[in-house]
């Protein structure tokens, strides 16, 4: 059952950071009879094709993240959101070794937990596009110009919220008419806030 990739073996031969942890939690994760794959160059982990758990490393801490994770009963309070728009991943952090020993039974629980819901196949419920506020400066853009309405409906749910959460975080008027301004051009041509 414990089949390890040899993609793997390479990532964490060359990891700078973290090599320990991410290490034992791939132990843990094949331990619970996962597939491990190398997908986004992060070590992978999926239950009939389905991903699952993915471990990365940061600046301050390493991750277990679940894709699911808002599914995954959370009787242990550990599970967190990676960003405050994130809707469905939930990760847990560790910034040494013995964290990760000392959780290791807690952990196997959420893994199979998370496989239960890839077997149930259960879906998070994404808030729709058309639930987030657009701010009004945006707004204002969209309504002076059909052109760019019609290509700001053209963009894919993905991008047209990746565009509205953009044009909402600045606190203040100015910075967001100067960030829609900027990108006026880039959803006329079709283009989502990070392609390229």
């Not at 807690?106 to 808030?127: M, P, Q, R, S, T």
């Amino acid at each position: 059952m414990n089949r390890m990739n040899p993609k793997v073996d390479e990532f964490l031969a060359r990891a700078q950071k973290w090599q320990k942890e991410l290490g034992e939690l791939r132990r843990i994760i094949l331990d619970c009879g996962l597939t491990e794959e190398l997908k986004w160059r992060q070590p992978c982990y999926t239950f009939q094709g389905n991903n699952v758990a993915i471990i990365g490393g940061f600046k301050e801490y390493c991750v277990l993240s679940f894709f699911k994770g808002a599914l995954i009963e959370d009787a242990n309070g550990i599970l967190s959101k990676p960003g405050e728009n994130t809707q469905a991943v939930r990760q847990i952090r560790f910034t040494n070794v013995q964290e990760i020993a000392e959780m290791e039974t807690i952990l196997k629980v959420y893994i199979h937990e998370a496989v239960e819901v890839e077997k149930a196949g259960l879906k998070v419920d994404f808030k729709k596009t058309t639930e987030f506020m657009i701010p009004e400066e945006f707004q204002r853009k969209l309504d002076e110009s059909p052109a760019l309405k019609t290509a700001f409906d053209a963009l894919t749910p993905g991008r047209q919220r990746a565009y509205i959460l953009y044009f909402s975080a600045p606190k203040q008027s100015k910075t967001r008419e100067s960030r829609v301004e900027k990108h006026v051009q880039r959803i006329l041509n079709g283009k989502g806030l990070n392609d390229h």
